[in-house]
């Protein structure tokens, strides 16, 4: 029997929509479906999981780990929060190139382990998260959740190569600073290397700039830190750049402030105790330096480029005729004037 009328209009949606009644039960398989692939996802890599939290533990330069996926969680919420997005919407359209993705990132970490490539090996699971989410979504869902995924390469430690790429600048760069601000405090000290010999009434201390103390801890949780911002924050793409990249003089900023700071108590303070306790205050007390520092460096921008609000911007609209010469009898900045008053 050939359906005609309503019954035809239900009985044939059109293409890469929803049939009819599918609204409550086909959302709820949608979910079930996911979970149940995310959860299969999160078991495969449950042992590279298992050995990130342990980094995070034993190393003080990711310790930020731990807050990743928890923030990364928030992204995704405010994301799907303020665009919203039903199961439905990708139902049909999703393609199939989010499969392929997911097989590439599966048979990647599959090559990397092969191979003891351990740092590979951990980071395919955001491929093969990008992946599931394009083939259970599709673009409409990849969009929304491309910040939180984006945010989750903060739980990966950096590779050993670039590791020690970077942390030995940063130490040589924090000895010197600390060493050049101690004098100009009116301190006398020596450098060696990475040592600072600094001369007390208690005598001569050295103050060792350790690898450490290079200040990489700082750079990779502010880095985390400022990422967050301006993923949560509504803020121009500009203001978004130059605080992602004044990341890295904060940091060394905040950390020769620690060194110069633990070196002034190194020259008043007498006994191990106190030396090892404003140590360790003084590196409490990184972090809120460089959120202050980011705080100030937004109001700076905001003082330096005012954001426009819709009032005003409608206000700039009224001038711009009479800036370009429209409706001024063609005379720039002249409007025009009734005939008794331009006699």
């Known amino acids: ?156 430690p950096l590779p050993n190569a670039v590791n020690g790429l970077i942390a030995l600048p940063l130490q040589r760069i924090a000895a010197t600073g600390s060493y050049y601000l101690l004098q100009l405090s009116g301190f006398w000290v020596i450098q060696q290397g990475n040592v600072l010999s600094l001369t007390t009434p208690f005598g001569t201390r050295s103050l060792d700039v350790a690898l450490a103390c290079s200040g990489l801890k700082m750079l990779m949780t502010l880095a985390a830190t400022v990422t967050a911002t301006i993923l949560l924050l509504p803020l121009p793409m500009w203001k978004r750049v130059v605080l992602l990249i004044s990341a890295v003089p904060i940091a060394l900023i905040s950390n020769i402030t620690r060194i110069v700071t633990t070196g002034w108590c190194y020259y008043y303070i007498e006994g191990e105790t106190g030396q090892h306790w404003a140590h360790d205050i003084s590196g409490f007390m990184m972090m809120p330096l460089a959120l202050v520092l980011v705080g100030l460096e937004l109001q700076v921008l905001a003082w330096l480029v005012p954001e426009t609000t819709e009032a005003e911007e409608e206000e700039r609209k009224k001038f711009i005729p009479l800036i370009s010469g429209k409706g001024t009898g063609g005379k720039p900045g002249k409007p025009d004037m009734p005939r008794d008053f331009a006699d």
């Open 1 to 156: 029997m050939i359906p005609t009328g309503a019954d035809a209009a239900l009985a044939t949606p059109k293409a890469g929509e929803p049939p009819a009644g599918w609204d409550l039960r086909g959302a709820r398989a949608w979910w079930w479906a996911l979970g149940a692939a995310a959860a299969v996802l999160a078991l495969a890599y449950a042992p590279n999981l298992i050995d990130l939290s342990r980094i995070w533990s034993n190393d003080d330069n990711y310790q930020h780990g731990f807050l990743v996926i928890p923030i990364a969680l928030f992204i995704l919420w405010r994301r799907l929060t303020e665009i919203p997005w039903k199961p439905e919407s990708g139902l049909g359209t999703a393609p199939w190139w989010g499969w392929a993705l997911l097989a590439a990132a599966l048979v990647a970490r599959a090559v990397a382990y092969e191979r003891s490539l351990q740092w590979v090996e951990t980071a395919t699971i955001l491929p093969a998260i990008i992946g599931l989410v394009w083939a259970f979504g599709g673009r409409p869902l990849l969009y929304r959740t491309w910040p939180a995924i984006l945010f989750l390469v903060f739980m990966l």
